[in-house]
């Protein structure tokens, strides 16, 4: 028999998850301290749970957890547009949560046999060292001024089309929430949205331009980076 929870709000023990991540106070299974890029994946479940609340018109508790619950969050996810790669990351956070109460007593499932697909990709990926590397070369101003572009795309993620669009005017799609600045952008070619935490990276990066910076074609840019 589960002891009653000192959590009930699903949202308010999301928030304190995280604080306590950031803090050191919550460590991951190996006993060590969680990562910022994943703190930033439970930032945006925060963020996509928030939204699935004021779909439902109500905070949602512990107590109404079960598999279907969870389907119904993968469905609300799916319904904003997102890719199966973004759903499926959220969801894994949504399940750890769920394992994380379930360990106090909070929840009564700890989202075992949920499974969500995920799309193949052929990206190629930087190392940090590599994008340190790169930004760190003698650059002309538009080189500068590319490698820039080009680092604001790794941080977030964003296609090319999106990242042209969000870069044009960056503020516009730029939002607050809980204190934390979150990427809200729809792709124009997709249809898909995006919504992203901001980090230090790509805000030094958009302090230096003054919140608008250089467009040039997808075509220009990698072969501007390959040389």
């Known amino acids: 028999v589960k002891s009653s929870p000192f959590f009930t709000s699903i949202s308010a023990f999301i928030s304190s998850q995280i604080t306590k991540m950031e803090n050191g106070m919550v460590l991951t299974d190996k006993g060590v301290k969680y ?39 993968q469905a609300h996810l799916t319904a904003q547009g997102l890719a199966k790669n973004s759903v499926s990351m959220v969801m894994s956070k949504f399940k750890a949560i769920l394992k994380m109460a379930w360990r106090k007593n909070y929840c009564n499932w700890n989202g075992s046999g949920l499974k969500t ?30 490698v820039d572009a080009f680092t604001v795309q790794i ?38 949205q995006s919504l992203i935490p901001v980090g230090e990276v790509v805000q030094g990066i958009l302090r230096t331009y003054g919140g608008e910076m250089r467009i040039f074609t997808e075509q220009y840019v990698n072969r501007m980076l390959k040389n």
């Open 35 to 73: 990562s910022a890029e994943t703190i930033r994946g439970y930032e945006s479940l925060r963020v996509h749970f928030a939204k699935f609340e004021e779909e439902s018109g109500k905070e949602l508790n512990f107590n109404e957890v079960g598999y279907d619950f969870a389907l119904a969050f």
């Open 117 to 146: 697909p995920t799309e193949r990709t052929t990206q190629t990926y930087l190392s940090m060292e590599e994008i340190k590397k790169l930004r760190n070369a003698e650059l002309s101003k538009t080189e500068r001024q590319i």
């Open 155 to 192: 941080f977030t993620g964003l296609r090319y089309d999106t990242l042209t669009k969000f870069l044009k005017n960056p503020l516009a799609y730029i939002h607050e929430h809980n204190g934390k600045s979150y990427i809200d952008i729809i792709s124009d070619k997709t249809g898909e």
